[in-house]
């Protein structure tokens, strides 16, 4: 149930604001997320800030967060329409499982229904301002994804957001190859979240990596990151 | 520069939720502008929505104002259908989910902190566009600008009560020194298990920082004392 304090601008002709209920400018933002295949599934990989403008205010956000058994949802831009659309997808997951028919939301299917919200909402001019990354394991096989703001949806091996589809994805065309080890996946990530703390202002030196194997999700190891290497982990293993 | 009557009342604000062993302490200055002018000197922006949640407003004073009252009005029924006290997470999404969705309209950033059996004293940062943020300290409005640094620093976990209480006295007091929006007096409130305690402190009862100079209460003293002692060559 929404609910909306009720609010008369008038007509919408002679009125700019009056169909007001678009989203003009986004305001707590999220940075880049990178994300690539591996031999085992997949791995994400984002910084825990939050930017209000220059502003690096918050820095213990989690932008990235498990979907039903599968699937791995990660964010960049608007924080409050990333809420929103975990909601969406709480009641998606949730009527899901209520068919109690034993199959759950894959991966795919997930990323198809953002495809469709993300798109719907472009065309009402009101976007919800996020790039989303989807990935997932579902019987075996690997899916990962990403839908823009404006609807924009594919799948690939690597994919990343905002800064990172600059700075990480040329690391990535050259260095990924298919059945990466985990290790090997690990460092590829950090190699990438490296040059974005060095090259993207909105970047912070916090860090959460995950993994999406058939197992399931694990959204762990808070990473603090030094210019001059890796300083301390700290495992909190946990089944957001 | 223009008194311009007609802007809307705007609380520039320094707003602060700190939590510390027990419960939460809330913190703010006491200012409302309408433009270059001062409304109202002694405003208390700490509103109460239930007996034990309430929210420090900042940004446009009308759209904190109708907001509370919405969120207040709701958790009373809550409470009524509950049957026992509304915990602080559930006030702090009805806050959010008006925020939320009149996004376009609301110019209103919010600090919802109290105390509930479950978790105990919880402090919810709500900015612009609606992101809830929960956290063990927020600083919100024009005045928190000048304070980021101050908490990287003085803040630590699990205080004391008054330690928590003369932090935030502190910050806000800091605040209205360097920001023009924010001034007046620092009013707290305490929440805990116990219940809540309200607090005042005025001008005279805050330490004094740079190039600031003691109270005097009249030219006339500063006048009639002595002269400072000639300079030596």
């Known amino acids: ?240 | 520069m223009d008194l311009n009557l007609d802007a809307p009342h705007s609380m520039g604000t320094t707003i602060i939720g700190v939590t510390y062993n027990g419960g939460v302490v809330l913190g703010a200055d006491s200012r409302t502008s309408t433009g270059m002018y001062v409304a109202n000197r002694a405003s208390d922006k700490i509103t109460q929505l239930t007996d034990n949640v309430y929210v420090c407003r900042s940004g446009s004073a009308a759209d904190s104002q109708v907001v509370s009252d919405y969120v207040r009005y709701f958790l009373h029924q809550h409470t009524i259908q509950l049957g026992q006290p509304a915990t602080v997470k559930v006030s702090a999404n009805l806050i959010r989910m008006l925020a939320y969705n009149n996004k376009n309209m609301l110019q209103t950033g919010l600090i919802v902190g109290g105390w509930d059996k479950y978790e105990g004293g919880k402090i919810y940062g709500i900015p612009l566009g609606g992101t809830v943020v929960e956290q063990p300290f927020a600083i919100e409005g024009s005045g928190s600008s000048y304070l980021y640094g101050f908490f990287d620093l003085a803040w630590k976990e699990n205080m004391t009560k008054e330690e928590a209480e003369q932090l935030v006295v502190k910050a806000v007091s800091l605040a209205i020194a360097r920001d023009g929006a924010s001034g007046g007096v620092v009013r707290t409130v305490i929440i805990n298990s116990e219940g809540v305690t309200r607090n005042f402190y005025p001008g005279d009862k805050l330490q004094l920082w740079h190039e600031e100079l003691e109270p005097q209460n009249s030219l006339l003293d500063i006048l009639n004392a002595a002269g400072p002692e000639p300079m030596a060559m």
């Open chain 1, 1 to 240: 149930m929404t609910f909306t304090i009720p609010i008369d601008n008038g007509d919408s002709v002679k009125n700019a604001e009056a169909d007001s209920q678009r989203t003009l400018y986004p305001y707590v933002t999220g940075t880049s997320i990178v994300a690539i295949k591996y031999k085992d599934g997949v791995l994400m990989a984002s910084d825990m800030g939050g930017s209000y403008g220059s502003t690096l205010r918050y820095k213990n956000i989690e932008r990235m967060k498990a979907i039903g058994k599968h699937s791995l949802l990660g964010a960049s831009g608007e924080i409050s329409d990333f809420q929103e659309i975990l909601r969406y997808l709480d009641e998606l997951v949730l009527n899901d499982s209520m068919w109690d028919d034993g199959n759950s939301l894959g991966p795919k299917e997930v990323h198809n229904y953002l495809t469709r919200v993300m798109y719907n909402r472009r065309n009402k001019f009101n976007p919800l301002w996020n790039t989303l990354v989807l990935g997932g394991v579902k019987n075996g096989e690997s899916y990962l994804g990403m839908v823009s703001m404006i609807g924009v949806s594919f799948e690939d091996n690597h994919v990343a957001t905002g800064f990172g589809n600059h700075l990480a994805r040329p690391i990535l065309r050259d260095e990924w190859h298919a059945d990466l080890s985990f290790e090997d996946g690990v460092k590829l990530l950090e190699k990438c979240m490296r040059v974005l703390l060095y090259r993207d202002r909105s970047a912070i030196n916090k860090l959460q990596i995950a993994k999406i194997t058939e197992e399931g999700v694990t959204v762990s190891a808070i990473l603090i990151e030094d210019i001059l290497g890796i300083q301390s982990v700290q495992q909190s293993d946990c089944w957001c």
